[in-house]
């Protein structure tokens, strides 16, 4: 099956009904391609409008070239060309590869406004590629499933209209129309996973079984089917051990059979959009963190995640940044106030009468936002309570204890988020307060 503007307005048409399309363009073959062929559905229907997204990582040296390419072959098209430039920093251990593409695809998504689309050129020998790659990584189901034809993505949808197309029919239509695209050299380093398995190992496979990529584009549907019944399975677990709280019930989640964990576990973390687990990590969840001792504080991690318990709950978050306990922020109490990073989110202030801390305390003290240092009180019913001991009647995790805001006025401990005030510098009747609203991330 040869390609055509034609094929591709009827993908498009069945799959997500839009008139304004975004193409992430690369100026190599494949986004050539299919920029080529929007450009005469443009022209040949007035509704529909075309824009070419050009990603700058700054990882090769002829970045910046390649972006004048890519304006020049819009220009000629009457296409709109946008250039985004991004900074691909990946951390140790992390992939160059996998966080050029996370930042790529965020920039991509933050372009897209309310139904509009954007199309990647990804054709049936990038699915081979990924659905190799993820077997070769012992990937679950969901990894399988490899790339979807259409999916939500930020405000619109994310469309990859080429993936029934080998890149041989790409190749033929761009002889075709005589195109002239860029060449990666990169695309030839077989260093990398994706360009050894293009090179070395898919030609031999293809050799022995020449329908491999429509074979493998089955195996890619067959999982995506079988990862929508185990999301749906899941979810309705899911719904049960969260019991409308942070976290999950460690002991709801020991009823369950491992298999059931495992996938009730993949599914809330990816609602939470953390990256996943292999299964080893998955399963030292069931043996090391489920049945650990209700006082430890078990911690297992990967790259973009950490899984922690304290009693019985098991709580997912990234990685905590340091922190620097002896922050101290100077305040006037009225106007909001950015915590650091490493708190996160804000300390916002709400002007009421007989509630909160009375303004003329806030008025005649310095004010001070600091973090907890151990051994602290507060004075609350009529009583001088520990922080540690606060901390725990309500539940705090210990690992976050130390990021808790606390207000003192000359020293004095006057105030604990999410806890409580010490009721001498409550406002009183007809007199102005400060209601204080902790937003955390």
């Not at 075309?50 to 819009?74: F, K, M, P, R």
């Not at 709801?252 to 009730?264: D, E, F, G, Q, T």
Request: glycine content about 6%; proline content about 5%.
């Amino acid at each position: 099956m040869g390609f055509s503007s034609c094929q591709l307005f009827k993908i498009l048409q069945e799959t997500v009904p839009s008139n304004v399309y975004k193409v992430a363009y690369s100026g190599g073959l494949d986004s050539h391609v299919l920029l080529y062929a929007l450009a005469q559905l443009q022209k040949k229907f007035s509704y529909i409008t075309v824009t070419a997204l050009y990603i700058d990582h700054g990882l090769h040296l002829h970045s910046n070239v390649w972006g004048e390419h890519c304006h020049q072959i819009c220009h000629d098209l009457r296409i709109s060309c946008k250039t985004i430039k991004v900074n691909v920093q990946p951390a140790k251990g992390q992939s160059l590869e996998a966080v050029a593409r996370e930042v790529r695809y965020q920039a991509l998504k933050d372009e897209l406004q309310e139904n509009e689309c954007l199309l990647t050129a990804q054709h049936q020998d990038d699915q081979i590629e990924t659905v190799l790659l993820q077997l070769f990584r012992g990937t679950g189901v969901s990894g399988l499933a490899a790339m979807a034809l259409n999916q939500s993505f930020g405000k619109g949808y994310l469309i990859r209209p080429l993936l029934n197309f080998t890149q041989q029919d790409l190749k033929n239509y761009a002889y075709q129309k005589n195109l002239n695209w860029i060449e990666d050299p990169s695309n030839k380093n077989t260093d990398f996973d994706r360009n050894y398995l293009r090179h070395q190992v898919i030609p031999t496979l293809k050799e022995r079984w020449p329908g491999l990529g429509q074979t493998l584009s089955r195996v890619a549907l067959n999982q995506r089917d079988a990862s929508y019944i185990l999301e749906n399975h899941a979810d309705k677990y899911l719904k049960r051990i969260k019991d409308n709280q942070c976290g999950l019930s460690v002991h709801k989640l020991r009823a369950l059979s491992p298999p059931i964990c495992r996938n009730v576990l993949r599914h809330w973390l990816k609602q939470l959009n953390l990256p996943l687990p292999d299964y080893i990590h998955l399963q030292r969840i069931l043996n090391e963190i489920l049945p650990a001792i209700e006082d430890s504080q078990p911690l297992i991690a990967w790259p973009g995640v950490e899984i922690r318990r304290y009693r019985d709950r098991i709580y997912a978050q990234p990685p905590m940044p340091y922190h620097n306990s002896e922050t101290r922020l100077s305040w006037d109490g009225i106007s909001s106030l950015i915590l650091p990073s490493s708190v996160g989110g804000k300390l916002s202030p709400e002007v009421t009468y007989g509630d909160g801390l009375g303004m003329k305390f806030l008025q005649e003290n310095k004010v001070v936002v600091a973090f907890r240092q151990g051994g602290e009180k507060i004075y609350l019913k009529n009583h001088h309570h520990s922080i540690k001991k606060l901390f725990q009647q309500q539940g705090v995790p210990p690992w976050q204890r130390g990021r808790v805001p606390m207000i003192f006025f000359n020293e004095k401990l006057v105030f604990i988020a999410g806890i409580g005030m010490d009721q001498a510098f409550l406002s009183k009747p007809q007199e102005k307060g400060v209601v204080i609203h902790w937003l955390p991330h």
